[in-house]
């Protein structure tokens, strides 16, 4: 459920004219293949790369993390 509320969100959020188009899908898909299977810092490193790499903006990065970083159980 809450990776379906996250999806959402990042479809969203992703949907910015300064992210190229043929990213979008791509990013999210690796955000939610990486958080699922690896681990949510995974998730959040592969974010940052992408950053780094200027397919998303910093805005987007930062919404990105947080929506995941409040997401997250804590225990």
Not at 2 to 21: M, T
């Amino acid at each position: 459920q809450r990776i379906l509320a996250f999806k959402y969100f990042a479809r969203e959020l992703l949907d910015d004219p300064n992210i190229p188009e043929e990213h979008r899908s791509n990013v999210l898909g690796q955000i939610i293949a990486k958080g699922e299977r690896i681990s949510i810092e995974s998730a959040i490193e592969f974010i940052n790369l992408k950053r780094d790499e200027l397919i998303l903006t910093e805005d987007v990065a930062k919404s990105l993390i947080s929506e995941i970083k409040s997401m997250t159980t804590r225990r």
